[in-house]
């Protein structure tokens, strides 16, 4: 999800609902702590430099249980944060604390956020000599072998 994507489903919003990936909603007294952008500059496994750029939504609770966010203050909180941001229409990161930090993607069925699982992957596949078939599945691991030339 991009932020112009937010500002528009919060302004169609009575209550902001987020929803984890197991299906659970966040508690209804949450806090929107930070509104950041975050950029990701690294070299990958291949040698190639890459960059990446995200705005970061960082959502936290307390036990202010009467606590609710309104959709005009998060739609406040958003523009406020547009001179950090700048003008591009980033897409956006959610951080929510877990057993750790997690990361995770967003979408918006027309009534919930959704926070979606975010996966590693190996940008330079070619050069790790990682097979095709291997790359497309997540959960097994293929192991490195010394001059193998895996990342």
């Known amino acids: 999800m991009k932020i112009s994507e937010m500002k528009q489903s919060l302004a169609g919003l009575t209550a902001i609902n987020f929803k984890l990936p197991d299906g659970r909603y966040l508690p209804a007294h949450f806090h929107v702590t930070e509104v950041g952008l975050v950029t990701k500059h690294f070299v990958d496994c291949g040698g190639v430099e890459r960059r990446e750029t995200v705005a970061n939504f ?3 609770e307390a036990g202010d249980y009467d606590h609710r966010l309104a959709p ?3 739609l406040h909180i958003l523009n406020l944060s547009d001179k950090i941001l700048g003008r591009e229409d ?3 990161e959610v951080e929510y604390q877990q057993a750790t930090i ?3 993607g967003l979408t918006f069925d027309g009534q919930d956020f959704s926070l979606t699982a975010k996966q590693t992957a190996c940008l ?3 050069a790790c000599g990682i097979p095709s078939a291997f790359a497309v599945l997540p959960q097994l691991q293929v192991a ?3 001059g193998g030339g895996c990342c």
Request: glycine share 6%.
């Open 124 to 126: 330079a596949q070619d």
């Open 144 to 146: 490195c072998t010394p």
């Open 102 to 104: 997690g990361k995770f």
């Open 90 to 92: 980033l897409d956006i």
């Open 72 to 74: 005009e203050k998060f």
């Open 58 to 60: 960082q959502l936290w």
